[in-house]
């Protein structure tokens, strides 16, 4: 799956990220939200990045039906242990979850909690990506980190 802004480059998503997506869709009424971190690559010479993997909800997460809050020590053990693992090329890009909708819209609090995460990240990145996944489609956000500013990819 592949997304491309106005002029930032590509982001492509692994298909096992996809079908990592598909697995925690809400399909059903007693579906929780689910979401965790995205991890990947910056390609050399070019604007383009690659999600390989993502985390996963985890014990200590916050899982509620229009509510995903993440343990963020949980999750930053395994961003830490995957950037060493791989010699520092795979980093932290951003943050992902799902909505109950079948065509995601950030609300409100994702905004708030989107920006938040562009102002406190440490990271190299002036960009952040934010995803969320529907009953049926996935979408898109790239966060900018100097000012904050937020757009939506197109699906290529």
């Known amino acids: 799956m592949i997304f491309k802004g106005e002029t930032e480059g590509l982001l492509k998503l692994s298909e096992k990220v996809v079908s990592v997506f598909h697995q925690y869709r809400q399909v059903s009424r007693n579906d929780k939200e689910a979401g965790g971190v995205l991890l990947g690559r910056f390609i050399q010479n ?27 020590e949980d999750h930053q053990r395994i961003i830490h242990a995957v950037w060493e693992e791989s010699d520092g090329t795979c980093n932290y890009l951003g943050e992902w979850h799902t909505h109950p909708e079948p065509h995601p819209i950030p609300s409100p609090h ?47």
Not at 46 to 72: G, N
Not at 133 to 153: A, F, H, M, Q, Y
């Open 110 to 156: 994702d905004l708030r909690e989107w920006k938040k995460v562009l102002k406190d990240t440490i990271c190299d990145s002036d960009k952040l990506f934010f995803i969320i996944v529907g009953t049926k489609s996935v979408d898109v956000w790239v966060g900018l980190r100097p000012n904050l500013e937020i757009k939506k990819l197109t699906r290529c």
């Open 46 to 72: 070019s604007e383009d990045v690659v999600v390989d993997w993502v985390t996963v909800p985890m014990e200590r997460d916050v899982r509620k039906r229009y509510f995903f809050q993440k343990c963020r």
